[in-house]
Nanobody, 116 residues
Framework: QVQLVESGGGLVQAGGSLRLSCEPSRNIISSGTMGWYRQAPGKQRELVASISRTESTNYVDSVKGRFTISRDNAKNTVYLQMNSLKPEDTAVYYC??????????WGQGTQVTVSS
């Protein structure tokens, strides 16, 4: 089993920045695809950004140019740097690990609230 622990959420004004961190319980971030998802009230969970084993990244259109996903293999941590935050970015953000066999692992989520 893999546990994912997120941190870094909080309340920020529009235009501000936050950095989310995800630290798995095992050294796996370079062995699968790591991603950040978010879910706003009344909406479906959506993929925000992902980084593959080869460090190829992917972003949902609404965050391109504002968010950056990265990983630090030495610290076994994945980050989501969020700049120029907007009220519509308000959601619970979840770290995800997609293992080689297709199994998904999820963190408990961290709340991000952007005030206007």
């Amino acid at each position: 089993q893999v546990q994912l622990v997120e941190s870094g959420g909080g309340l920020v004004q529009a235009g501000g920045s936050l950095r989310l961190s995800c630290e798995p319980s095992r050294n796996i971030i370079s062995s699968g695809t790591m991603g950040w998802y978010r879910q706003a009230p009344g909406k479906q969970r959506e993929l925000v950004a992902s980084i593959s084993r080869t460090e190829s990244t992917n972003y949902v259109d609404s965050v391109k140019g504002r968010f950056t996903i990265s990983r630090d293999n030495a610290k076994n941590t994945v980050y989501l740097q969020m700049n120029s935050l907007k009220p519509e970015d308000t959601a619970v953000y979840y770290c995800n690990y997609l293992r080689w066999d297709g199994r998904n692992f999820w963190g408990q989520g961290t709340q991000v609230t952007v005030s206007s």
